[in-house]
């Protein structure tokens, strides 16, 4: 299935996000085409600074398969991981990674951008103006 399927569904997931009044970033695992986690940011309803949407999904996924490396997986995130994310993302030893928008305050490639695992393959801008949207309608109903 094509990366565009799979980022609408994390794009539903950043929405659900919105909707309970986190920042909108939604998150899924995907593994041989089947979704096999699925997450939103939830640090404000669980009152975790860990409790990312990336961070979500991993474990989710890890329970799934019954293993913590994610080597034969694809995250979809809506927005570039921060370095937290990243490095659980390396410890996974995830194979690939799909990024909507970029975040260029928080987003783990202006931090070091060598913390991916050096097998993770990247994709970027999948659906990036749609997740782009998202976040300025969140941060500008804040700002209101």
Known sequence: MPDEYFMEIALGMAEEAYDNGEIPVGALVVCRNRIIAKSRNQTEQLADVTAHAELMAITAAAHYLGSKYLTD??????????VMCAGALFWAQLGRLVIAATDPKRGYSRVQPLVLHPKTRLETGILADESQALLAKFFNRLRT
């Open 73 to 82: 997986c694809t995250l979809y995130v809506t927005l570039e991981p921060c």
